[in-house]
């Protein structure tokens, strides 16, 4: 994988591998990348915290990771998850953080 | 939207309209979210050639823009495409960039 092109980080979306509803987007650097393949749980590095963090350590809705896919230049992954705990993915509450077409926020 | 985090950038996952297959994930300033949505195809800001691209403006596979998702932090967003073309969206030939499992590049 190749971390240099965002000072160390890398997109990675999220899936929901039964319905394909792509549910959040977060970053990873290499050891995010790392604890998500030893645990089997996504784990990303939180830019505003600047740490890691499980996501649903506190929550308990953690993403369970099913298969990782790369892209042709080695730079994004594509997780493709099973939702844990109540299932939504969302701080809102919201089952996916994209609740909203771009339309809708604007005025 | 926010485009601070990244300098100036935010991730745009270009989804399947149809089959919800994620097919790339590029990036966006805003003029390219802006030409995105004027023109109806999907156009990014090259990191490496430091310009904008309409995806497709040489292949001829564009990606008509049928919807536009944002996430609850206003800092990435989910264009849901009709492919264009030949249908390939990856450089490689592929229908997606990510063809490949990850554990498939690591030797």
């Known amino acids: 994988m190749d971390f240099s ?7 990675a979306v999220i899936q929901d591998a039964d319905t394909s509803e792509v549910l959040m987007v977060g970053f990873m650097n ?7 393949r030893r ?3 996504a784990t990303f590095f939180s830019r505003s915290r600047n740490r890691l963090w499980m ?3 506190t929550s308990g809705n953690r993403l369970q ?8 230049d080695e730079d994004t992954v ?19 953080c ?10």
């Open 65 to 72: 990771v099913l298969d990782v896919l790369v892209d042709c």
């Open 78 to 96: 594509v997780l493709k998850v099973k939702r844990l705990g109540d299932g939504n993915v969302c701080h809102t509450g919201e089952r996916s």
């Open 39 to 41: 645990t089997g749980y």
């Open 30 to 36: 290499e050891q995010a990348l790392a604890d998500t």
């Open 55 to 57: 996501k649903g350590e």
């Open 98 to 107: 994209f609740y909203r077409r771009l339309s809708e926020i604007e005025r």
């Open 5 to 11: 092109k965002l000072d160390g980080l890398i997109p």
